[in-house]
């Protein structure tokens, strides 16, 4: 008897030990992001995401300046 086991679903082998269900399948129903994210990386902080450009700008371009400089 094989210890594996096939899902009738998406076809995905997995040994018995792990479980009766599909891991693929199981954690497929589970995958809902969360709202929020960290430094302007959620879908909605558009304005955050345009700050964060913004002093990326202003900094490379002192960054320059103070290289040219000298």
């Not at 076809?11 to 995958?31: I, R």
């Not at 964060?52 to 002192?62: D, E, M």
Request: charged share 25%; net charge negative.
């Amino acid at each position: 008897m094989s210890q594996f086991r096939i899902c009738s679903k998406c076809d995905f082998e997995w040994h018995e030990a792990d479980g009766d269900t599909c891991p693929v399948c199981e954690s497929s129903d589970e995958s809902v992001e969360p709202p929020g994210g960290v430094f302007g990386t959620a879908k909605n902080q558009k304005r955050l995401n345009l700050y964060l450009k913004a002093f990326g700008i202003l900094a490379l371009v002192y960054l320059l300046a103070r290289l040219l400089q000298f």
